[in-house]
């Protein structure tokens, strides 16, 4: 049985603005990948275009860190790992419940990222009694009843609800009142949650709209130029165009001249 709520980093995270944090794991995502093929330094130019944002930004992130890297030489690459990871509180075990083990559910259960980025996933949970019991990617899925005693006994600060929208809520309200204070919402609807917790939200249909948008505005943008400019203009009525030539306006009452 947990004896209370020891995960907790203590880190310098309050002065870091929230874009600042948000772009900290695409640093470690591309650092990571720099210490696997044993890069011992690293530019800023270099890292900031494998994570995808200009240098100039990079920098500003680092020094909230206060890594402000060696001229000439750049950023040493296993110390960035190891200080964007305990900036993020990757240096400890952060036990995950999974909520809704459904398509997704068992997608997420399945995913081996989440152990190599210090997160465990200490139980899956399901309302479904004909799910409940069976083992999905090695562990036991557990019926929604338990709950409360699997967060407390498994001390999980960080729970995941991938369920259907209509059960979502009463879901994380489940979790908040046992002592979960964040939450990995998958769920496609916006969750209520009291001050102190911190949910965000992965909406897939959102994030697939958003591109449609994009594919969209490209399509566009290609048949204007098959077309051509003059293609994309209004039309202009012939007599209109020749009585602003010839020097009579639309409204004079008069036909246009035209030369003889």
């Known amino acids: 049985m947990a004896t209370g709520r020891t995960h907790r980093p203590a880190t310098r995270s309050r002065g870091i603005p929230e874009a600042t944090v948000a772009r900290l794991p695409l640093y470690l995502r591309a650092l990571t990948a720099l210490s696997e093929r044993s ?26 860190l206060g890594s402000y890297g060696t001229r000439g030489v750049g950023y040493d690459v296993e110390y960035l790992v190891y200080q964007i990871s305990r900036e993020l509180g990757l240096t400890q075990d952060w036990p995950v419940v999974i909520v809704g083990i459904g398509n997704l559910g068992a997608a997420l259960a399945n995913y081996g990222g989440f152990a190599s980025r210090g997160f465990r996933v200490a139980a899956l ?19 929604i009843d338990d709950l409360e005693a699997i967060v407390d006994d498994n001390d999980v600060s960080i729970g995941v609800i991938a369920t259907p929208a209509g059960a979502a809520q009463q879901v994380c309200d489940r979790l908040v009142a046992a002592g979960v204070t964040s939450i990995l919402n998958f769920a496609p609807t916006v969750l209520a949650v009291p001050d102190g917790v911190d ?55 008069l036909p246009a001249v035209v030369p003889a």
């Open 125 to 143: 949970i399901d309302a479904d009694p004909l799910i409940a019991g069976k083992p999905v990617a090695g562990i036991d899925v557990r019926h």
């Open 39 to 64: 890069v011992p330094t690293v530019s800023s130019e270099e890292l900031a275009g494998a994570a995808g944002v200009n240098s100039a930004k990079l920098r500003k992130d680092f020094s909230y």
């Open 199 to 253: 949910v965000r939200k992965v909406d897939l249909s959102i994030e697939l709209q958003i591109l449609a948008f994009h594919e969209q505005r490209k399509a566009g943008e290609a048949s204007v130029s098959e077309t051509g400019i003059e293609a994309a203009r209004p039309a202009v009525p012939a007599a209109a165009g020749a009585s602003k030539r010839n020097g009579s306006g639309p409204d004079d009452g």
